[in-house]
DNA sequence: TTTGCTGCAAATAGTTTGCAGAGAC
DNA sequence: GTCTCTGCAAACTATTTGCAGCAAA
């Protein structure tokens, strides 16, 4: 199996946190769940993920409220936005920066696979066509171990 | 600036109607046009710009009918789609395979960036994954030299 | 107390679909 | 003549927004 890399959990939610008084916005206990969700969970959830788990704690918060905050987490830069247009974005607030996914095509599970020449690539391509690259999306579609055997 | 491989349009014409005969489809005159659009277009058009392009030729094509005709290419493999989940897929009918993308994010631009290191990219996930890697999709984002010194 | 946040419901935007008539073969 | 395709309008789905009450600071 691939290495994978996370942060310690309880660090990202932290960092958010900060990044929430820095701004000025309202510690509120909807707020400070999804943050928590999205700095700890490892399967890159979407946003009905996030809402589905948090019915448990907070029957009544609605998915406006989802969307709302993984907005503004998003503005303050703590967690990557997966876009799909077949719709269903996924988040990762674990890793924050662009990195490659890896995505199984069945299960729709997502996984971090460790790159080495990505950075290289990203140099060549600048150098080569003299756009200043900002940012980069790498997505492998394919199926996974698990649903191979299967 | 960067080389950029193109086929001959025309032959890349004549692959998609080859394919709506061989698929017992009609080859009426909007299924035409948009295939004609999509094979000589080097824009990565949308589906907005293919209805506009066609506007003169023919006023009443509805829509729906642009969408119905890239669906058609599309499941045929004889066209790629580049969804944003922002809106607005773009498509390479000159290329229908997965090759990397160069997107200029003020003028929106795609050009195709030659990289000759991806395909040992994609064998390094799958050894390291075990993922049985099915399709890939690399975008940078950047801004373009033009847009860059205006 | 003040101001921003939440829940609800309605609005939005891109895309898809049902249907009846038109047209390819 | 048959059966698919088209144009239109309505439906759909994920997301966003307006508003009135609620709660954090």
Redo the contacts with the bound molecule.
């Keep these: 199996m691939i290495a994978v890399a996370h942060y310690d959990p309880e660090k990202r939610f932290a960092a958010i946190v900060q990044k ?1 008084r820095e701004s ?8 400070l769940a ?1 943050a928590r969700v999205l700095a700890t969970s490892e399967g890159h959830p ?3 993920a996030i809402y589905d788990k948090l019915q448990d704690d ?1 029957p ?13 987490i998003k503005s303050l830069g703590e967690v990557l936005e997966l ?1 799909f ?1 077949e ?3 996924r988040y990762d607030g674990n890793k924050p920066y662009p990195h490659p996914h890896l995505i199984c095509m069945q299960c729709k599970k997502i996984i971090d696979p460790e790159l080495a020449s990505l950075k290289d690539l990203t140099r060549e391509v600048m150098a080569a066509s003299g756009f200043k690259i900002v940012t980069h999306r790498m997505d492998f579609f394919g199926i996974c171990p698990d649903c191979q055997s299967r």
Tied chains: 1, 2.
């Design positions: 929430f000025r916005h309202k510690l509120t206990p909807q707020r999804v979407g946003v009905d907070f009544t918060m609605s998915l406006a409220t989802v969307y709302r905050n993984v907005m503004l876009g247009p719709g269903g974005n």
